[in-house]
């Protein structure tokens, strides 16, 4: 038994083993592989060192270089199963496999976010079970929309109805999704993943979905993208529409204390409109390691903003499901 190392906890790091480069079964990407050292989605070059995707060592030495007490490994988006089809049921659990073992042998530096299938319920609840009995791996990542739908109805409905009860954590991770519109300038990620965020938490809070799962911990990352800067639009829109309000749910603006970020925001004026918002409880480090949109010194944001290292580990040992001096195996 490993005793967690007490520090700062970056809840927003990502992993993937070399083997499973050909990613889930049907999905929609061409394979990652590395050349010359670097990272390449198909002849995409990622600007990502692929031992720092793959190699725990490297993880590790990097999480030491930027201040950190542990980081947390999920999937990269691009590694989530988001089309239904034979073979991702293998995937997940290759995946979720090895995370544990990386986590285990991290002499408690490192803990793990798992994968599901978003369109199995069955298979995603024995697989939460596993997660569970790991021990190491403290909940799940997740994009934040499956075809049209998000968190409110469909496949993610029913993955977070399942976390819930089992008490695991969720991190809403966007997936940088193609539009004619953003083809240029990189923005259908500087655009389109703060949207794709925004609509995962107008789905929550106007979904009113934190009635059904009160015990529900879910995290948007990029400090919640474009959402701080829309309640103040959705609360006026639900005071005025009866199509906003058809959910039952109560005022967005009372709702957004429920939901949990990363401090990721890139600058001052961002974290301070987002720290006007939310629970400051509920506000954790996050790195987006190893991608290019990503800091190599996560705290030094939200130490400029008066975040101390104590609050940060506190809020995002809750929102793991931390007892303080917990252990791991």
Request: aromatic share 6%.
């Amino acid at each position: 038994m490993s005793p967690l190392r007490s520090g700062a906890i970056d809840i927003h790091a990502h992993w993937l083993p070399e083997h499973l480069f050909g990613l889930p079964p049907g999905s929609p990407l061409p394979a990652l592989n590395g050349r010359d050292g670097q990272l390449h989605l198909g002849d995409l070059p990622l600007s990502i060192e692929t031992e720092a995707m793959t190699d725990p060592a490297r993880v590790l030495a990097d999480t030491d270089n930027a201040g950190l007490g542990v980081r947390v490994l999920s999937a990269p988006p691009f590694a989530f199963p988001v089309v239904d089809g034979t073979g991702v049921a293998e995937y997940v659990g290759s995946f979720n496999d090895d995370l544990a073992r990386v986590c285990r042998d991290s002499g408690g530096r490192l803990l793990g976010l798992g994968l599901v299938s978003l369109h199995d319920p069955d298979a995603a609840a024995a697989q939460m079970d596993s997660l569970v009995a790991s021990g190491v791996i403290r909940g799940i990542a997740v994009p934040p929309l499956v075809g049209a739908t998000s968190f409110d109805t469909g496949p993610l409905r029913q993955v977070v109805e399942i976390a819930a009860d089992r008490g695991l954590a969720v991190l809403v991770h966007p997936m940088q999704l193609p539009r004619a519109e953003w083809a240029s300038y990189y923005l259908a990620n500087l655009i389109g993943n703060p949207t794709e965020t925004a609509t995962a938490a107008a789905s929550l809070l106007l979904g009113n979905v934190f009635a059904a799962l009160p015990e529900l911990r879910i995290c948007l990352l990029h400090g919640g993208g474009c959402a701080p800067a829309l309640l103040g639009r959705w609360q006026h829109g639900w005071e005025q529409r009866a199509d906003v309000r058809s959910a039952a749910s109560p005022a967005p603006v009372q709702g957004f204390g429920l939901l949990w970020f990363d401090t990721l925001t890139h600058d001052g004026p961002t974290l301070q409109l987002l720290r006007a918002h939310a629970d400051p409880g509920h506000l954790m480090c996050g790195s987006d390691y190893p991608f290019d949109m990503g800091v190599t010194q996560p705290l030094a944001l939200p130490h400029a903003e008066g975040l101390t290292d104590a609050a940060l580990e506190a809020n995002a040992r809750r929102f793991l499901g931390l007892d303080e001096g917990e252990t791991h195996a």
